[in-house]
């Protein structure tokens, strides 16, 4: 496939994929998939190759959604494994790189890490911002030009983007914002409420009811530890009336759960419960520290959980239980949060493997439910309801992986297992974005040098 073959979001194309995840515990071989602009038509099954379709050769999925990304974090990468340390001494060299951020280095730093998500096989991001102002606190000219720097380096990307707008308000429990938390903080919630209505309209599609919007808006609350109660409540009522997600970190620490119980004798769960936060809408980010009561109260809701497998490790956050939860009734959802790693194989394998090590036993989840889990679960936190997966009516998201690598080689009929198991961001050959081809034979065709758009934006704001 050449560039001179990528379909314009406005015309019919035809896929003919090798092997095709639809659903199931085995791949397909020989789909046909239809798509008219950024949707799928038909997908056909068994069907002779045509000799106008476009081959996906290798196995295709749906496009993969990263369901809580702080895109700063990745100039952490290599700079925070450098040392000893807990979650707090990690905490603190990322505010000195939110320190140094203003919209230009913003973008330039979130577009090469966009990118990179492309070409690991995403196609939508829910991004949890809340660096929003200036040094000192002080609102830039625009007071969203931070969440607009992001808007734009999502589109010239080509990723999807849900922009979680994030209150934050304390540094615990009844304390001010210190240091670079002032950058964060509009003040209250109803201030923060105030921002957010000025930012205006997020994807809309003017009199196009065919199109696909490039972007959505959302809401979040940074954690208990950051908004008390009562700026929560009125953070979740914003979220419900304007028909929003709502995302917020749980019980990542074991001190937030002590800090929550000392100041208002509840466990976070539970304060996000009386805020009205919880529900079909919500999703908690992390749950890794919860009594059998919080993963009741988040099951019961119908609360969506976003495990980050990758950053849990890297910050020796803990194993969250992560079965118990499914088992309660929350759908699982995953996200590379810290960019530890870009990689949405390795959160899948990496939910199945921490709950190995916290159980002792293998195989909790198939690889098919590992994959609604990267797929369709995680579009749907974000609110893109008719993406992540290969069926008619669907958006046209096809990731394609190449099984010619020697680590993909497997006996007939096991590439669902492989994809999940052994696959990884470099296996990743074409994908196909809302009907938009964006990366071939694993090159963006957007970012022409993802690595070196990434090493430029990041020397500008870690020293070497």
Do not use: K
């Not at 931070?146 to 429990?173: E, K, N, V």
């Not at 003017?206 to 959505?216: K, Q, S, T, Y």
């Not at 100041?263 to 059998?292: C, M, N």
């Not at 699982?332 to 194989?345: E, N, V």
């Amino acid at each position: 496939m050449t560039a001179e073959q990528v379909p314009g979001t406005n015309r019919r194309a035809l896929y003919f994929c090798d092997y095709a995840w639809l659903g199931g515990p085995r791949a397909e071989p020989n789909v046909l998939v239809a798509t008219s602009g950024p949707w799928i038509d038909t997908v056909t099954v068994g069907a002779p190759a045509p000799g106008r379709a476009v081959h996906l050769s290798g196995l295709t999925l749906p496009g993969f959604a990263n369901a809580h990304s702080h895109a700063f974090h990745r100039a952490l990468r290599g700079v925070v494994q450098a040392g000893r340390g807990d979650f707090w001494s990690w905490r603190e060299v990322m505010y000195s790189v939110a320190s140094t951020l203003d919209p230009g280095s913003y973008y330039r730093l979130a577009l090469a890490t966009y990118a990179e998500m492309v070409l690991s096989g995403y196609t939508a991001v829910g991004e949890f911002h809340y660096l929003h102002h200036q040094a000192g606190g002080r609102p830039y000219a625009d007071p969203n030009e931070m969440g607009r720097a992001l808007l734009a380096a999502a589109a010239d990307a080509g990723l999807r983007i849900t922009l979680l707008d994030t209150c934050y308000l304390a540094s615990g429990p009844g304390e001010p914002p210190v240091g670079v938390q002032a950058r964060f903080s509009d003040g209250s919630a109803r201030s923060w409420a105030d921002r957010v209505a000025a930012m205006g309209p997020i994807g809309a599609t003017g009199d196009d009811e065919g199109a696909l919007p490039a972007a959505m808006a959302g809401a979040a609350v940074h954690s208990v530890r950051a908004v008390p109660p009562h700026d929560a409540a009125v953070v979740a009522a914003h979220a419900t009336t304007a028909g929003w997600p709502l995302h917020f970190h749980l019980s990542e620490q074991v001190r937030e759960n002590q800090e929550a119980m000392a100041a208002y004798g509840r466990s976070p769960a539970a304060i996000l419960d009386g805020a009205g936060a919880l529900g079909p809408g919500a999703t908690a980010v992390h749950a890794t520290h919860l009594s059998a009561q919080d993963v009741a109260v988040l099951g019961r809701s119908g609360t969506n959980v976003c495990m980050c497998p990758s950053t849990e490790r890297d910050l020796a956050d803990g194993i969250g239980p992560a079965l118990a939860l499914a088992d309660a009734g929350s759908p699982l959802c995953l996200g590379s949060d810290s960019h530890a790693l870009t990689d949405p194989f390795a959160e899948m394998r990496g939910l199945e493997h921490g709950e190995r090590l916290a159980s002792g036993h293998r195989g909790n989840w198939p690889a098919a439910d590992l994959l609604v889990a990267g797929t369709v679960a995680g579009h749907a936190a974000l609110g893109w309801s008719r993406a992540g997966s290969i069926s008619p009516g669907s958006v046209a998201d096809l990731v394609t992986l190449s099984l010619d690598r020697p680590h993909m080689a497997a006996a007939e009929g096991h590439a669902v297992q492989m994809a999940v198991f052994a696959a990884g961001a470099a296996d990743v050959d074409h994908v196909v974005s809302g009907g938009r081809v964006l990366v071939s034979q694993g090159r963006h065709l957007l970012v022409p040098d993802v690595g070196r758009s990434l090493r430029a934006a990041i020397s500008q704001l870690v020293p070497g």
